[in-house]
């Protein structure tokens, strides 16, 4: 679905932004402002824990490059983190062309069906999900560009639930890393849809940047600073409305 998200146009997302909070609903996501490495001009970040690469092509050469030390036309210099300087030469390893192959790869991956969608106790708990306030964040829809080169991703309704922008999920989700204009604190609503394969997928369940929630209901506990109400509104549901919440989202 990374393709998905790359399609869904920058006014659609800026748009949701609140960085005041001005209409008081304790939300105040933001865009996150990046420079493209190639032509040096703003644009909206969406991909990674902070939202700190535009596309995709720059998301898989900056991983290329921090990852496995492979530069490229988008990133030539080494990443030699803070603790040092002059750790490789300057070039480019891997061909224009094949960054944007693999770019076209990930963008073109499906998404897998969702499950159990008439369930009538999944179907209570997408209500709850909107009802306690989790969806002020997690937005479920968007329609992509009808503009984009591959047919298969243009004009398309899409589930996400992700608003794309960053927000301030408070100190004890803070990691010590900032990255671009993101704070430690700051995260980039994460999509769920798939959210419900983690288990099957993975071999087990690990959730939030650093995988330390084991359970959906301990990531929700997890929330802090603009997520606070709607941590506080799920717990305090009744155990049965908590269920139904959770159904929900393994159905995602």
Same mark, same amino acid.
């Given at each position: 679905?990374?393709?998905?998200?790359? *399609?869904? +146009?920058?006014?659609?997302?800026?748009?949701?932004?609140?960085?005041?909070?001005?209409?008081?609903?304790?939300? /105040?996501?933001?865009?996150?402002?990046?420079?493209?490495?190639?032509?040096?001009?703003? $644009?909206?970040?969406?991909?990674?824990?902070?939202?700190?690469?535009?596309?995709?092509?720059?998301?898989?050469?900056?991983?290329?490059?921090? =990852?496995?030390?492979?530069?490229?036309?988008?990133?030539?210099? +080494?990443?030699?983190? /803070?603790?040092? /300087?002059?750790?490789?030469?300057?070039?480019?390893?891997?061909?224009?062309?094949?960054?944007?192959?693999?770019?076209?790869?990930?963008?073109?991956?499906?998404?897998?069906?969702?499950?159990?969608?008439?369930?009538?106790?999944?179907? $209570?708990?997408?209500?709850?999900?909107?009802?306690?306030?989790?969806?002020?964040?997690?937005?479920?829809?968007?329609?992509?560009?009808?503009?984009?080169?591959?047919?298969?991703?243009?004009?398309?309704?899409?589930?996400?639930?992700?608003?794309?922008?960053?927000? =301030?999920?408070?100190?004890?989700? %803070?990691?010590?890393?900032?990255?671009?204009?993101?704070?430690?604190?700051?995260? $980039?609503? +994460?999509?769920?849809? %798939?959210?419900?394969?983690?288990?099957?997928?993975?071999?087990?369940?690990?959730?939030?940047? =650093?995988?330390?929630?084991?359970?959906?209901?301990?990531?929700?506990?997890?929330?802090?600073?603009?997520? /606070?109400?709607?941590?506080? *509104?799920?717990?305090?549901?009744?155990? %049965?409305?908590?269920?139904?919440?959770? *159904?929900?989202?393994? %159905?995602?």
């Amino acid at each position: 679905g990374l393709g998905l998200l790359e *399609a869904i +146009p920058e006014d659609a997302i800026v748009a949701r932004a609140d960085p005041d909070d001005r209409d008081g609903d304790g939300i /105040s996501g933001r865009a996150h402002v990046v420079t493209d490495p190639e032509s040096g001009v703003p $644009r909206l970040g969406r991909f990674g824990w902070k939202a700190a690469q535009a596309t995709l092509r720059h998301q898989a050469a900056a991983a290329f490059r921090t =990852d496995m030390g492979v530069t490229s036309s988008v990133f030539r210099d +080494p990443d030699c983190g /803070s603790a040092q /300087s002059g750790c490789g030469a300057s070039g480019v390893e891997i061909r224009d062309r094949d960054l944007d192959d693999l770019a076209a790869y990930l963008a073109l991956l499906g998404m897998q069906a969702r499950r159990d969608s008439d369930d009538p106790v999944v179907r $209570r708990g997408e209500d709850l999900f909107a009802s306690t306030g989790c969806a002020g964040c997690h937005v479920p829809t968007y329609v992509t560009t009808p503009f984009h080169p591959f047919a298969e991703l243009a004009g398309q309704t899409i589930h996400p639930y992700s608003d794309m922008l960053l927000h =301030d999920m408070g100190p004890r989700l %803070s990691a010590t890393l900032s990255e671009g204009g993101a704070s430690g604190a700051e995260w $980039r609503t +994460p999509p769920l849809w %798939s959210i419900g394969l983690t288990a099957g997928v993975s071999g087990g369940e690990a959730y939030l940047h =650093d995988g330390r929630a084991r359970t959906l209901d301990e990531a929700i506990l997890w929330h802090g600073g603009e997520g /606070s109400r709607a941590r506080d *509104a799920f717990a305090a549901l009744p155990g %049965s409305d908590r269920a139904a919440l959770l *159904a929900f989202l393994r %159905s995602l």
